[in-house]
């Protein structure tokens, strides 16, 4: 399953986002050390260039300008895995800086929280 680590801005703060391009959406999310726990199953998921391209770039994709998932991209889709009902025919837009707090509100089973943090817009072929 292709999946990248996301961190959400430059900053020292260690938290980081395992973002699913199967499903558009978060899988796993915490401090370097809870990821590699949570992931020590699959050691090369959290190895460390993964995580210093994360701290460099914003994701830990390694091609194209900018590399896919950048602090230079767009923001993240939620189609077919949000955890709330979506309206018919439309797709959850996820701001890059509201990544953080998305997961938070996702690991308290805050869903209402959740859902506030998302835009639904009509999708477009």
């Known amino acids: 399953m292709p999946s990248f680590i996301i961190k959400q801005e430059p900053s020292d703060e260690d938290f980081y986002v395992v973002w699913s391009t199967v499903t558009d959406s978060p899988h796993y999310w915490g401090t370097r050390a809870?990821?590699?726990?949570?992931?020590?199953?699959?050691?090369?998921?959290?190895?460390?260039?993964?995580?210093?391209?994360?701290?460099?770039?914003?994701?830990?994709?390694?091609?194209?300008?900018?590399?896919?998932?950048?602090?230079?991209?767009?923001?993240?889709f939620i189609v077919n895995n949000a955890p709330f009902p979506l309206r018919e025919g439309h797709v959850c837009t996820l701001p890059r800086e509201r990544l953080?707090?998305?997961?938070?509100?996702?690991?308290?089973?805050?869903?209402?929280?959740?859902?506030?943090l998302v835009d639904q817009t009509p999708w477009e072929d």
């Not at 707090?101 to 209402?112: F, K």
């Open 34 to 76: 809870e990821l590699t726990a949570k992931l020590a199953h699959k050691p090369d998921a959290v190895k460390s260039d993964r995580f210093a391209r994360a701290d460099q770039t914003g994701t830990s994709v390694e091609s194209g300008t900018p590399p896919y998932l950048s602090w230079d991209g767009q923001d993240f």
């Open 100 to 116: 953080n707090a998305y997961c938070r509100a996702l690991e308290t089973n805050n869903i209402a929280a959740a859902e506030t």
